[in-house]
């Protein structure tokens, strides 16, 4: 059996104590900033393994660190905490006892992938390095990658490279999917705010409808991704909520609609954000209201850096095979909030697949239910590779500072540069 074939199997063998603790962070799910009882979980069962754990980064962050010889260069994992506002529908044994909440999103088993790597490279890891495991709050909206950088995380615990992790339904399990360049969406929440003035709904000569401006408005702002958004790029413009008026026949003083903006560049980013403000501003004027656009922000895009995504498809080749890989996946308009720490830090974000099927929560293939569907469960299957996967890249990475490995580093990231000159 190869090195990577013992490692899977390592890592197959300690992977029930994982599940276990995986279910049970399942049953007790916490939200953004609340994740007092899973953060401390995770600092006991760090602690416990020799590392030097720090408390309190972000709010409920925990940060996990250990050194090992004389090795300079310094690695960041990332795993997120948080569950999500959904009342749970699975029906399991391991379904959470809290009614309104759920981890719909599978942090759940980030957390416990992470920490089976942990454990395994306390007790074996062959390394020369710093290792910074870095367990986040508050994914889902509320931008706990950015609190704790605020923080101070990368000052205290500087990072050479930081990877995440997140699992994918519609994707076999398993298979490791990685991608360079713009990954994942920056996102931006709008809320409109349109005045008019009310009136009887048989004398609409009298008002000023605020409900027919916020209808042409939700129409004219897709032709901006038609018609403004070059065919070869990427941008989402949705109206989540239209709200306005109480009665059939009252015409409403006010209507309020509520938008997400999603690209995956830049420039784009900004060019969209710019004419929907334009548009709701002519459009509100064209049928006599007033009209106020308030951008409560959201994340970045997220952007793989080619040389250290280039290490970890290595990494991920050599662990599973190229049939259990996916080099170069296409891109995903969700966000991310990981992409604050890799604005600052070079890394890369990859996905596992969580299990192919109907995807419709329906039992059509296990773990195929997507992400924010409260029929939705972390495939347990993933605990093993996902871990083996971060053992792998963390002895891929802190290679002892020989000079045949610093050789080897640097030839990655020229035959990278390479490519993409």
């Known amino acids: 059996m190869s090195a990577q074939g013992d490692l899977l199997a390592a890592l197959r063998k300690r992977s029930p104590d994982f599940i276990s603790l995986r279910r049970d962070i399942h049953r007790h799910p916490e939200l953004g900033f609340e994740e007092f009882r899973t953060s401390e ?16 980064l972000g709010g409920t962050g925990v940060v996990g660190q250990l050194k090992r010889g004389a090795g300079g260069r310094r690695l960041g994992l990332r795993a997120d905490m948080d569950a999500l506002p959904i009342q749970e529908q699975t029906g399991l044994p391991h379904a959470s006892c809290h009614a309104g909440r759920m981890h719909a999103c599978g942090h759940d088993g980030h957390t416990a992938m992470l920490l089976a790597a942990a454990e395994h490279l306390a007790e074996h890891g062959r390394f020369s390095g710093t290792l910074n495991l870095i367990f986040q709050p508050a994914e889902e909206g ?3 990658a950015r609190r704790m950088m605020e923080d101070g995380l990368f000052e205290r615990f500087p990072c050479d490279a930081v990877y995440a992790m997140h699992n994918m339904p519609g994707y076999r399990t398993g298979l490791l999917m990685l991608r360079e360049g713009p990954t994942m969406a920056s996102s931006e929440t ?4 349109l005045e008019g003035v009310g009136g009887h709904g048989a004398m609409p000569q ?5 409900v027919v401006a916020g209808a042409a408005i939700v ?5 901006i991704v038609a018609r403004n958004v070059a065919p070869l790029q990427t941008a989402v413009i949705t109206v989540g909520a239209f709200l306005a008026g109480d009665a059939h026949n009252v015409i409403p003083q006010t209507a309020n609609l509520r938008v997400s903006m999603r690209a995956l560049d830049r420039e784009v980013h900004r060019m969209v954000l710019r004419r929907i403000h334009e548009l709701v501003q002519a459009q509100a004027q064209s049928f006599g209201v007033r009209a106020q656009v308030h951008c409560e922000g959201g ?3 997220l952007v793989n850096t080619p040389a250290e995504t280039q290490l970890a498809r290595e990494a991920a080749l050599e662990l599973v095979g190229a049939e259990g890989v996916l080099q170069q996946c296409e891109p995903i308009t969700a966000s991310e909030d990981f992409a604050y720490m890799l604005d600052a830090v070079p ?11 109907k995807g419709d929560g329906s039992g059509g293939g296990h773990g195929a239910c997507m992400v924010h569907n409260p029929a939705y469960d972390f495939n347990d299957d993933n605990v093993a590779v996902g ?3 971060w053992v792998q890249l963390a002895h891929k990475f802190l290679v002892a500072d020989a000079p045949a490995a610093r050789d080897a580093t640097a030839g990655v990231a020229a035959g990278v540069s390479a490519v993409a000159a």
């Open 190 to 193: 709008i809320t409109i705010t």
């Open 206 to 210: 009298h008002a000023a409808d605020p």
């Open 299 to 301: 994340y970045p895009v």
């Open 142 to 144: 509320l931008g706990g």
């Open 41 to 56: 979980l995770v600092a006991q069962r760090l602690q416990s393994w020799g590392y030097e754990v720090t408390r309190g």
């Open 219 to 223: 129409m004219g702002l897709q032709s």
């Open 347 to 357: 890394g890369s974000y990859l996905l596992i697949g969580n299990g192919d099927g």
């Open 387 to 389: 871990s083996a996967f």
